[in-house]
């Protein structure tokens, strides 16, 4: 019987390292576990009390998938596109930040996630005397949905809260790509 038992958990123990060896190697060909990068283009609303300016940037992204449901990543970018309002033209300088994600995985090629982070921003408004600069930092969070097109390559979108102040808040609506390694 003691014979029995020795080979049978010989036998699970190999299976075991078997299958987990078999996990890791498809946790990494299909992105979780593994490194991604991305370049994202975000539409930003920027409220200073009563104005509104609609900017553009364009950022990118590394991280890596730590669980199929938890991720990390660092991103950065820079304004691409400023809105003129009252002669004086409003854009996002820079920006930079680390995120969580939270994916709610699925069988389905949509993945719908939540992240939250800090994000340093500078904001600039440039007239034709001065220009004016505001530098901060805030926590961030926002929803999106990564979508799969190829087993490597996604789409996402996703709607971001970067920075919320007293007097200025600035919301971003991204459409980007993701490349999985």
Do not use: C, W
Not at 25 to 47: H, R
Not at 159 to 179: C, E, I, N, P, S
């Amino acid at each position: 019987m003691m014979k029995y038992l020795r080979s049978s958990a010989a036998v699970l123990a190999a299976g075991l390292l078997t299958a987990g060896a078999a996990h890791a190697q498809d946790m990494y060909k299909s992105g979780v576990g593994g490194l991604y990068t991305g370049l994202n283009y975000t539409f930003v609303d920027m409220d200073f009390g009563s104005q509104e300016a609609d900017v553009g940037t364009l950022s990118a992204k590394v991280g890596v998938m730590a669980t199929p449901f938890l991720g990390f990543e660092a991103r950065g970018g820079f304004g691409v596109d400023d809105d003129n309002i009252g002669g004086v033209d409003l854009s996002v300088d820079n920006f930079f930040g680390g995120y969580a994600t939270f994916n709610l995985v699925n069988e389905s090629p949509v993945t719908p996630y939540a992240i939250l982070g800090f994000t340093r921003v500078e904001l600039e408004a440039e007239g034709p005397f001065n220009t004016v600069t505001e530098d901060e930092s805030d926590v961030s969070y926002g929803l999106g949905l990564n979508m799969a097109f190829a087993p490597n390559l996604s789409g996402n979108l996703e709607y971001m809260r970067y920075y919320d102040d007293d007097d200025v808040t600035v919301d971003g609506l991204g459409v980007g790509l993701q490349v999985n390694f």
